[in-house]
Structures are given as C-alpha cells and as structure tokens.
C-alpha cells in the first residue's frame, strides 16, 4: 500500500508504520543493545537466519525506518544509512570492489569523493579512472578495463553544477556488466528518481537537503534492485559465491534483491562500524517530512537570484541549469522538470581577492562549509573543500579559481537578493 502513495505522502508516512498501541511518531531506540529470552534466537541473528535487532552498529529500529523511508522515496528495494555521505559512497563501492579492481568517476564530482576515489582507495589497491562527464559515449567507454566493477557519478556535480546525463551513463555500465552508482544529494528524489533513467545505486550525503536544518550529518545507500548479480558472477564474487565470514552464504543467492544492501550491513558495517546515531536518524526523518516542501522553495528562490545574478554588471557568469542559456539546460529539462536544487555556481569580475572582499561584506549569506540546507551560505570551493586538489585537478573538475558556490535557502527571497547585491556594490 505504501508504494502506491505519491512522493510527498511518502515523505511524511513511510518508513515506520505503528500498530496498533505503537507510538505514533518514529521513537528513537537509543539502546547499542537488544535482549533475546534464549541463546538460539541470537545465534539465528548472527547466522542471518532470522530477521532482528542484536547490536546497533549493525541494524537499529530507528535507523533502519528511516532508511526504509529513502528507499519507498527513491523508488528503490532496500537501503541503509550511514554515518556520512562519505562513508555511504565508500560502502557503495567497496560493497563489489576490492584490491586489484577498478572504477571509472565522473571528474565533476565533490572534491572529498574525489579524494576518496583517487587517494584513500588507491591506496587499498582499487583504481579509479576520471572522465569527463560531457565526454562522447564513444569517448566514455575507452575508460572502461576489464577489471573495472562500476561506474559513478553525481547527478547535479558539487560545485560544478554540471547535470549527469544519466542514460548515457547507465549505457557505459550497463553495456559492459557493470553497476551505475548515482549520488543524488543536490536533487534529491522529490527533483530526480535516478533508477527511472537506469541508475542501479543511489546514495545520498543526507545530511544536505534530507536533513534540511543542518544538525545531522549522515548519508544512506538505496538498492534498486534491478542489477542481476548472478549474471555477471565472475565480476562479484563478493556476492555470487561463499562468505566464509558467515558460513558460507551466498548473498546474490539467498537475498536476491536484497542482497547488495544485506552485504554492505552484514560485512562492511560489521567490520568498519560507520553507522549514524539513533538520534540522528531521528532528526534526518524530521527533515524528510518536509522534504517535499522545501525543495521547490529553494528551486523558486534560486531561480529568482540567478536570474539577478546573471543580469548584474558585476557578474562575469552564472551556472544555473535552470536559466535558459545554460548548457545544461537541456538535460535539466529531460531529467528534473520540476527543478534542479538550489545550489549554483557564479564568478564575479576581478581575482580572487575581489571574490573574498565581496563575499566578506556578506550579511546574511554565511560563509561556511555546508551546502544545501534551509540557510543560505556561499563557499568558495578553490580556498576551502577543494583547497587538496591541483590546479590542474580543479579545472579537470570544472572549478576555477573564481567559482563561487551558493547556497540558496528558504528565506525571503528578496531578502537573499538584497544581501548579495549590497555586497557587489562595494566591490
């Protein structure tokens, strides 16, 4: 019945359904434990024979509503939270890769998931290949090997605000038996539904739009289901033969379409333990409730500042897909109709030093370094996220050194656009 409801009643009653007696608002089981009446009925948990909570790093009653609320949203069969966005694209990756694979990314991506992909796990012996997103199919599949295992990307790329084409993508996966990864932070499943397009994962820094009020940082995973992991056995042996780790249990095999989710939580949560609080899922299911609400607010105000932005003598150029000269706009459109985020990158006339005088005489623009929650915040990505990255790298990524990231919120809007243009006037 849940599945029927449309997307704004989902973001207010899926996930946790009360019987008869329950609360009716999601409790928050602040416990690391849960109490069995015999030994057997643990011993199944621990086999993954039966369905439980035994220890809260791996499942919790409240996490595990929250997660099932993502997954009814995104369209998707199974999910988890984790403590991070970061952790969430790690699991999402390590869950079929290991030492000796590879992976191919979108270069747009955020900068910490670049760090991730091109530092951390290369130095676990996966490989990561960066591509231009705008690049051709044709180009695109040169960057595929034998050993790669999955292709990423980010559905509106952050900073860069560059829009995926996700059907091109999920082509280069899926023509060469792979998984198409999508983080979809920025649009959020209320602008893009990524498994429509052919994306098989999704992941979230849930900490952004999700949550909304900027008091939980957390991300979540959501499966599709619609990859066939037997059929490219070969590529998964993770998930097509036996774990030793739990007596042998082939996951593709025993869990069918959950078995991607059942893997990342029975192995990777087990043994690396990157879950959110209790109190944390708590407050991102508070933020979920009024997703549905806030998005389009921060599209509407959005559109309104770039426009003004985009019109202002100051201003060198604007990155908006909404605005109708946009590259992007185009593949807005296909993909997120209804709005992209309201998150867009600008440049101002004059150096670097003319972009931090403008955004230093900011009064209600803060600088900090969030993104996309009700607040509207400025970053300037070259100084601060993506300070670690080359010159090289930043423009690889589509970010120069004069791009500006902001974060429209859901304040007055002609109050947001007050702000930035007493700002420009004394620069």
């Known amino acids: 019945m849940e599945n029927d409801y449309k997307i704004e009643t989902k973001c207010?009653?899926?996930?946790?359904?009360?019987?008869?007696?329950?609360?009716?608002?999601?409790?928050?089981?602040?416990?690391?434990?849960?109490k069995y009446d015999d030994s057997d009925q643990m011993g199944k948990l621990f086999d993954l024979e039966a369905e439980g909570y035994f220890y809260t790093r791996l499942q919790n009653p409240t996490n595990d509503a929250v997660a099932a609320k993502i997954t009814a949203l995104e369209g998707g069969v199974a999910g988890m939270l984790t403590s991070s966005g970061q952790a969430a694209n790690y699991y999402a990756l390590f869950n079929i890769c290991e030492a000796g694979d590879h992976i191919v990314c979108s270069n747009s991506v955020?900068?910490?998931?670049?760090?991730?992909?091109?530092?951390?796990?290369?130095?676990?012996?996966?490989?990561?290949?960066?591509?231009?997103?705008?690049?051709?199919?044709?180009?695109?599949?040169k960057s595929i090997r034998p050993n790669t295992k999955a292709v990423f990307a980010e559905t509106i790329a952050n900073p860069s605000i560059v829009i995926l084409d996700i059907e091109k993508f999920a082509k280069l996966a899926h023509e060469h038996g792979v998984p198409l990864i999508v983080d979809n932070t920025f649009a959020t499943p209320?602008?893009?539904?990524?498994?429509?397009?052919?994306?098989?994962?999704?992941?979230?820094?849930t900490t952004k739009y999700m949550d909304g009020?900027?008091?939980?940082?957390?991300?979540?995973?959501?499966?599709?289901?619609?990859?066939?992991?037997?059929?490219?056995?070969?590529?998964?042996?993770?998930?097509?033969?036996?774990?030793?780790?739990?007596?042998?249990?082939?996951?593709?095999?025993?869990?069918?379409?959950?078995?991607?989710?059942?893997?990342?939580?029975?192995?990777?949560?087990?043994?690396?333990?990157?879950?959110?609080?209790?109190?944390?899922?708590?407050?991102?299911?508070?933020?979920?409730?009024?997703?549905?609400?806030?998005?389009?607010?921060h599209c509407e105000n959005a559109m309104k500042v770039a426009e003004f932005l985009n019109g202002h003598e100051k201003v060198a150029w604007v990155n908006y897909a909404g605005l109708p000269d946009n590259k992007y706009h185009a593949l807005a459109e296909k993909y997120m109709p209804n709005g992209t985020c309201g998150v867009m990158a600008f440049g101002i006339k004059g150096d670097r030093t003319t972009a931090i005088r403008f955004m230093d005489h900011l009064k209600l623009t803060a600088i900090v370094t969030h993104v996309a929650d009700a607040r509207t915040c400025i970053l300037h990505p070259a100084s601060h996220t993506h300070r670690q990255m080359t010159e090289e790298q930043l423009l690889e990524a589509g970010i120069s050194p004069d791009l500006m990231r902001l974060s429209v919120g859901i304040e007055n809007v002609d109050d947001i656009i007050g702000d930035l243009e007493q700002a420009l006037a004394v620069i």
């Open 190 to 205: 209320i602008n893009c539904r990524p498994f429509e397009w052919g994306a098989d994962i999704v992941t979230h820094s």
């Open 12 to 34: 207010i009653q899926a996930g946790w359904q009360p019987k008869c007696g329950e609360p009716r608002v999601l409790p928050i089981y602040q416990s690391t434990t849960f």
């Open 213 to 297: 009020h900027a008091m939980a940082v957390g991300g979540a995973i959501i499966d599709s289901g619609n990859f066939d992991w037997m059929a490219h056995a070969d590529k998964f042996p993770g998930l097509t033969t036996p774990d030793e780790s739990y007596h042998g249990i082939t996951y593709a095999s025993k869990f069918g379409k959950s078995a991607y989710i059942t893997k990342a939580t029975a192995q990777l949560m087990r043994d690396l333990g990157s879950i959110p609080s209790p109190m944390n899922a708590f407050l991102l299911n508070v933020g979920l409730e009024t997703l549905h609400l806030r998005v389009p607010r």
């Open 110 to 141: 955020y900068g910490g998931t670049y760090n991730l992909f091109g530092t951390t796990m290369k130095k676990q012996g996966i490989d990561c290949t960066f591509v231009n997103p705008d690049d051709s199919y044709e180009e695109l599949c």
